[in-house]
């Protein structure tokens, strides 16, 4: 967990940390997961976080101690980063279809551009999406969660 935390401190994704320390992907993954790590990796990863071995050695245990647990700003900051990185997927695929159902209609049936009609409601989809992760109106924000709660328990949050 501690690394985890310490790569998201630098901002870094786990590819890059991976290029940077000449460990493997599923290796971090693994140690992000709490599974013990091999002294190398340990030192490979210290040296590139810059700390002392033993800080990482002590976080190397399957339950992460209290100052190691991501707090709760931190968490929605992931969901966040995580939100955006799902809509940036969503409108990769989007395009990357679209353009294939462009070419195939120009083969198939090149007088008639039914393509349009897929991209206009699939774009409503995506547009959608944008809108939301992006959070420009937010009808259904956090306050109308936190309201919505309020009202239902019957108390104040």
């Known amino acids: 967990m501690i690394v985890r935390k310490l790569r998201l401190k630098h901002g870094w994704s786990q590819e890059q940390l991976s290029q940077f320390s000449g460990l493997s992907i599923r290796t971090i993954q693994r140690i992000e997961r709490g599974q013990n790590a091999g002294l190398e990796s340990l030192k490979s990863l210290a040296a590139v976080f810059d700390i002392p071995l033993s800080e990482l050695q002590e976080g190397n245990t399957m339950t992460p101690t209290k100052t190691e647990q991501l707090s709760d700003h931190e968490i929605e900051v992931i969901e966040h980063v995580k939100d955006i990185k799902s809509f940036y997927t969503h409108l990769i695929n989007y395009s990357v279809v679209i353009i294939l159902l462009f070419v195939i209609n120009y083969f198939i049936s090149p ?22 992760v992006f959070e420009v109106f937010t009808f259904f924000g956090a306050d109308w969660e936190k309201k919505q709660i309020e009202k239902r328990l019957g108390k104040k949050l």
């Not at 008639?112 to 944008?130: C, E, T």
């Open 111 to 132: 007088g008639y551009i039914w393509a349009w009609w897929v991209a206009f409601g699939w774009g409503i989809g995506v547009l959608s999406h944008g809108l939301s």
